[in-house]
């Protein structure tokens, strides 16, 4: 049961453009959703989390937006640059007794000169 | 880095055989979990805990026990590996749920 779903499955961008990532998830009771970026060899790490209360999330190049009505939240990287080539996974998790994340299926980010 | 680590960071072992995954934290965190990571399925949780000696499955549960007798460690055993069991494990914890989870290294288990 594949409760998050995102997309694209891999994705090029040219050095100064924009990356956009999406996701869409089904429980209603999430209530806390992070993205994690994650090199080669290493674990994923956190790079930016929203809660549904705001609309708009931005951390200097890395913005979340949320859609709640249409259970939809995006990542978008400004100025994309060669450094940011990893794999991004968006996640999930809330709900009562629900501690643990739902992870979606991850998108590889390559950005080229 | 948050203090967490998995060993071994690698290992073959054959299929039938017993396996133990370990992972140790320092930063004194309730939440533990164990996911495994495989091309095109992103992370699964395979069993989590939210203290010690209180475990959960994931979605991933199967083949797949689990043990935390202290707060620091949580250990992952494959009761009998098998090849679909080939792929990247990783443990992860947290202090507070819905908040940051810090990832491990990985450990890279083949079973042949």
């Known amino acids: 049961q594949q409760q998050v779903k995102q997309s694209p499955q891999s994705l090029i961008v040219q050095k100064g453009g924009i990356s956009i990532i999406n996701c869409a998830y089904e429980n209603t009771a999430f209530d806390y959703f992070p993205w994690y970026q994650q090199f080669p060899g290493k674990g994923p790490a956190l790079l930016i989390a929203?809660?549904?209360?705001?609309s708009e999330k931005k951390e200097g190049r890395f913005t979340i937006s949320f859609n709640k009505s249409a259970k939809q939240f995006s990542l978008h990287i400004m100025d994309s640059q060669p450094g940011d080539s990893a794999t991004y996974f968006c996640a999930a998790s809330g709900g009562f007794g629900n501690e643990k994340l739902t992870f979606g299926t991850g998108t590889r980010l390559t950005i080229i000169p | 880095d948050a203090g967490i680590t998995q060993s071994p960071r690698h290992k073959v072992t054959e299929t039938g055989t017993p396996v133990t995954l370990r992972c140790h934290q320092t930063e004194n965190h309730r939440y533990m979990y164990w996911y495994r990571q495989d091309p095109g399925h992103g992370l699964r949780l395979i069993h989590y805990?939210?203290?010690?000696?209180?475990?959960d499955k994931g979605e991933v549960s199967d083949g797949y026990s689990v043990s935390r007798s202290k707060t620091e460690d949580f250990l992952l055993t494959l009761e009998s590996a098998t090849s679909s069991q080939t792929s990247v494990y990783f443990c992860?914890?947290?202090?507070?749920?819905?908040?940051?989870?810090?990832f491990g290294q990985g450990t890279r288990l083949t079973v042949v």
């Open positions: 992860a914890i947290s202090g507070v749920a819905r908040t940051e989870a810090f």
């Open positions: 805990s939210y203290g010690v000696k209180d475990t």
């Open positions: 929203i809660r549904p209360d705001v």
